[in-house]
């Protein structure tokens, strides 16, 4: 299947090696966006959208990039910090009061962004299906009890770091 989509001339070898990862194998299907000084210098896709490869990889094929968004999330977060909008040393509270509860008064803003918040999950018994609920799973977040005592140790805020996050900004 043929890579689709445009490059300009200083970034062609992208298409070329696209196409070689998924001639060889080393991808099912990919795409790529890269913007300079605003202006589109690579938009290419190509492949597979599933490993099956029954569905093609078109221009709108949505595709999740799991952790990737944390990295954007804390940039907002240290943006609204640099700007003084946001203090890092503040408890979570100052900007979520209802997060103060059991127990958690003490968490302070970068014990969120450096995962050791003590609210690295959900207490169970908890759906997946209710992470696309914000207010209902930050609700939860809100009340229940961290799991250590903040700031000691880290755990991955996996699936709730935007939440979290969002929660604050």
């Known amino acids: 299947m043929a890579v689709q989509g445009t490059t300009a001339d200083a970034f062609k070898s992208l298409k070329e090696i696209l196409q070689s990862n998924l001639d060889n194998g080393e991808e099912i299907g990919a795409a790529l966006y890269v913007s300079y000084n605003g202006e589109p ?66 968490v302070l803003v970068r014990h969120v962004l450096s995962h050791t918040s003590g609210v690295s999950g959900w207490d169970q018994p908890f759906e997946y299906s209710d992470i696309y609920d914000l207010e209902k799973s930050t609700a939860r977040l809100a009340a229940q009890a961290p799991w250590w005592e903040p700031g000691t140790a880290p755990g991955y805020h996996a699936v709730n770091y935007g939440h979290l996050v969002g929660e604050i900004v």
């Open 41 to 106: 210098v690579v938009d290419i896709w190509g492949g597979y959208a599933d490993e099956k490869r029954t569905r093609p990889w078109t221009e709108d094929t949505i595709v999740n990039v799991w952790s990737t968004t944390k990295n954007i999330t804390a940039l907002a977060a240290l943006i609204l910090a640099d700007r003084g909008l946001l203090d890092l040393d503040a408890p979570v509270a100052k900007y979520w009061p209802e997060f103060a509860a059991n127990g958690k008064e003490k």
